[in-house]
């Protein structure tokens, strides 16, 4: 059995339905990337070195390893003068060898332009050439970089700057500590471009676009974030993070959805997503959306890929 919160706020930023405890707080993993962008592109760093929309696509997600993925980064890293030397992120395992079962015969599970936050880490490498800051010290909390990705996080989503915890992420760069309800915030913000001013409106407009424009960039093949994309193309702007974390929002109905599984079950993840958007009407037929049939009620296969039961959700969401 696994346990949620969600958090669904409206347009104004609002909460309209929740379960569980959408205040719990937590930390928000790769779900703030599309934040941590930002000062690249208010800062005026993208412009300056050209970054392209498909560049920025990468830049904002958990890319899954591909050559073409390892591919942009490099074309990311070369923009600033940049190489694979000057990534901190570390390595593992390439998601799509993961999702593909495949062994890396090649040493790819110690590439860090392989590295799912890669992409982001180009980023802030970027940025702290712009700044011209030590690009050694680009992960260092106290950095001018994340100093500015933390303002960015906690303007965005409306979390407290003085109760923000931090902490290291599984990419080695700070991560920030936030609810669901603001998770949720954050994303209605990004998806409707309301970022409180131009220069920060224009930069989610990018942002999102960019999400939108090269999902298969922004995530990869065989997972979700990529499903939810195709299914609402256009319209969903999505992002999960580890330990079974998401925020995503519709840009046609306003509403944001900030989830977190408590016990951090990946497999939970989908069928509750499905079965939220299900209840706010997003979802009326699941045979309408093929990308997601099969995941919102996910069979649980023994060693023989025996069908053994089902990961189901069970749960009413509650109208405030």
Do not use: W
């Not at 392209?52 to 600033?80: C, F, P, W, Y």
């Not at 409180?196 to 999102?208: P, Y």
């Not at 960039?217 to 974390?245: Q, Y």
């Amino acid at each position: 059995t696994h346990h949620a919160s969600v958090a669904v706020v409206d347009a104004s930023g609002k909460l309209t339905h929740y379960l569980g405890d959408p205040y719990h707080i937590t930390m928000a993993r790769s779900a703030i990337k599309p934040f941590q962008l930002l000062p690249l592109i208010t800062s005026g760093a993208a412009d300056h070195f050209g970054f392209t929309t498909e560049q920025l696509a990468i830049m904002a997600g958990s890319h899954s390893g591909s050559d073409r993925h390892r591919k942009v980064v490099i074309s990311n890293l070369e923009k600033s003068s940049s190489s694979s030397g000057d990534l901190l992120c570390g390595a593992h395992l390439p998601l799509e060898m993961l999702v593909n079962n495949q062994y890396p015969e090649l040493d790819e599970d110690k590439d860090p332009l392989r590295h799912n936050c890669s992409g982001k880490h180009s980023g802030f490498i970027a940025l702290a050439k712009y700044l011209k800051q030590d690009v050694a010290t680009y992960l260092e909390p106290e950095s001018e970089v994340q100093m500015m990705a933390r303002a960015s996080v906690c303007a965005l989503t409306d979390f407290p700057i003085d109760r923000m915890k931090v902490a290291v992420d599984g990419c080695s760069a700070p991560n920030f500590s936030m609810t669901p309800f603001h998770l949720a915030t954050g994303f209605v913000r990004l998806a409707l471009g309301n970022g409180g001013d131009k220069k920060t409106s224009v930069a989610l407009d990018r942002v999102r676009n960019a999400m939108s424009e090269y999902p298969e960039l922004f995530s990869g093949e065989k997972r979700f974030d990529l499903d939810l994309m195709r299914s609402f193309p256009n319209n969903i702007a999505c992002k999960v993070g580890a330990e079974s974390l998401e925020g995503l929002a519709f840009r046609e109905l306003g509403v944001g959805v900030g989830i977190k599984i408590h016990d951090g079950a990946k497999r939970a993840l989908a069928p509750i997503i499905i079965e939220v958007l299900r209840q706010l009407g997003l979802i009326a037929k699941i045979e309408d959306f093929p990308y997601l049939k099969e995941k919102a009620k996910p069979a649980v296969l023994n060693s023989r890929k025996i069908v053994t039961g089902h990961v189901v959700a069970e749960f009413k969401l509650k109208e405030v």
